[in-house]
């Protein structure tokens, strides 16, 4: 049946992708350069920081804000100081700080972009159009895949790291930020219209205090979804619980591997209710 | 002057609204044109004035363009074609700049769902129009203190929109709108949410605010009963056209089509029509040249029981009846200051249909309706059940 696709030489599609990658280090190495080394010294420096507060200290201030955070119970403060500690006593604190550095600088960038991307995506029917396949595009693609690209702009370490989290993990956040403003009932719209409302005060007083709650539902799934990316990134040697978790692997560690890979769980867990309780 | 003029104003929702309008040039219907050309007309050429201080109430069965025109006088709607006058300028054609300008200071909005913000307070809520305009805190909420002051919720001002009953929510919509002071209030079935006692409850209490604002009000309703109740004048449309204008009774008394009279139909007549529609020229006599004999005379003529007596100025003095009259003229009384029975039952003109029903039953002569004194007119039983009844005509004969 495909008999005819016999004649068709194969279309050099990895070879262009290789090209293109090729060409945009190229030109684009004045910019990614100073990024690789600026951002990649911040980056060193704000784990390093963080590194340098004594654990207990850090312990206590999450167990209680866990214990604000979640309406003065006592569950998640509780967790907080059991994992944390356990994590400390694995030897993995120095790992854990520089992963936790990873996933907020990731989300954090992830939350600028995207907010912006989602409202315009909102306003405008056309960029929904074209944004919305990008999305989907940035989503199913393995996340492996993104590795390549980070190395080839960035070489190695956390900012390749935070790039290929950024275009894995910030989807969320466009989608659901332009979905809680489209969900503004219209009549809402209309009064504060009917009031006289420039398009920013719209914006800013009416549509985003309503799109908050759904907005801050994709900002967790994106924080969640960096921090999957940190075991990923180890590969391109971004440091932290992931890279613990890639060289047992490669040495068929079971137990370290499963030490490491627990600390990422209660890290994920403490992050994840935590962005949920600030949605409240 | 007119505040609002609107001058054959539509709008044609739909990807070609130049073919619909031509269409409707031909006078197609809305559905041919549904048909054709796969627009919806929703509002066609509707013209319009409305004065200061009127409360001008637009009605019309679901779908027939209500919101659609209210909506166009704001310009939250596109106009397809016409104009709208606020105080001279068009505000069709204005730039974004003035009419921004014009939502701000003039035109203030209330909804059928109250579209309150939920994440804000009621105050600050009310504030809302005045925040934007970038007036400043301490000034822009003693505005909606007072506003709220007259809506009646000077109490509630810290709660959030969703602790309010429906009735206290929507005059927290009021207030709003009311704290711009603008000149102009659009209200698209404001009422129409709330349950039947809450609803006349607010469309009292309207008309009281109404009374000392002087508000130019544009009302949008479906139901009859409300906009005889609150419109000075009533507009009813029908698939996007205005098909008549008029006072209350211009539509109940002269309705211009098939359509309007449909409407006003099922209307409770007894609500509406007062005493001035029922009432007759009153056959007297005058206290100061009249006596018995001549009173007795006009009573034979008109075959009435009994007959009012008025001074020259048809100031109402009393009634006789024919008994008292024949027993003076034989007693020889010459003046009928003596025999006058003062006892009067008397109603002003606009006295309801249902009240004076009530009276009727229980007076021995027709009932007098009466201003400053006055008397205007008689109404007599038989009128009564006859307006009751819908008997046509009743209002026309005495006007
Ligand atoms: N955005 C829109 N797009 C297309 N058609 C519309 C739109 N808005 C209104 N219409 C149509 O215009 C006509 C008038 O609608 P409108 O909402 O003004 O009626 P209404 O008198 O307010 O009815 P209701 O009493 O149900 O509120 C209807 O046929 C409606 O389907
Ligand atoms: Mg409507």
Known sequence: ?280 | MPVIKVESLSKVFGKHPERALKLLDENKSKEEILEETGNTVGVNRASFEVEEGEVFVIMGLSGSGKSTLVRLLNRLIEPTEGNVYVEEENLATMDKESLRKIRREKMSMVFQRFALFPHRTVLSNTEFGLEIQGVDKAERREKAEKALELVGLGGYIHQTPGQLSGGMQQRVGLARALTNDPQVLLMDEAFSALDPLIRKEMQDELLDLQETMKKTIIFITHDLDEALRIGDRIALMKDGSIVQIGTPEDILVNPANDYVEKFVEDVDRSKILTAEHIMKRPETVDIDKHGPRVALERMREEGLSSIYVTDRRRTLKGYVSADTASKARNEDVRNISEILNTDVPTVDKDTSLNEIFEQIYDSPVPIAVVEDGKLLGVIVRGAVIGALAGENGVTTENA
Not at chain 1, 35 to 48: D, K, L, Y
Not at chain 1, 84 to 111: A, D
């Open chain 1, 1 to 280: 049946m495909l008999d005819f696709m016999e004649n068709v030489p194969v279309i050099p599609l990895a070879e262009g992708v290789s090209w293109l990658t090729d060409r945009i280090t190229e030109i684009f190495s004045f910019i990614f350069e100073p990024i690789q080394n600026q951002f990649g010294a911040f980056m060193e420096w704000t784990s390093g920081q963080l590194a340098s507060i004594p654990p207990i200290i850090v312990i206590l201030l999450v167990v209680i804000g866990a214990f604000f955070a979640s309406g003065k119970k006592f569950g998640l403060a509780a967790f907080s100081l059991v994992g944390l500690l356990l994590i400390y006593n694995q030897e993995s604190w120095e790992q854990l700080m520089s992963t936790f550095t990873l996933v907020l600088i990731s989300s954090l960038l992830c939350v600028i972009i995207g907010v912006p991307i989602g409202i315009l995506m909102s306003k405008s029917r056309i960029a929904q159009a074209i944004i919305t396949p990008i999305l989907d595009f940035m989503q199913t693609m393995p996340a492996f895949v993104y590795l390549i690209p980070a190395v080839a702009f960035f070489s190695i370490g956390m900012v390749p790291g935070v790039f290929a989290s950024l275009v894995f993990a910030t989807p969320p956040t466009v989608r659901f930020t332009n979905l809680g403003i489209r969900q503004v009932s219209e009549e809402l719209i209309e009064a504060s219209e009917s009031f006289g409302s420039t398009g920013s005060q719209k914006l800013f007083k009416v549509e985003m205090p309503m799109a908050k709650q759904t907005i801050m539902a994709g900002i967790n799934q994106t924080v969640m979804l960096a921090l999957s990316m940190v075991v990923i990134a180890s590969m391109i040697g971004a440091p932290g619980l992931g890279r613990d978790v890639l060289s047992s692997l490669q040495r068929a560690e079971v137990g370290t591997g499963f030490v490491a890979g627990l600390g990422i769980v209660i890290l994920a867990i403490i992050i994840d209710r935590f962005t949920q309780s600030l949605n409240k």
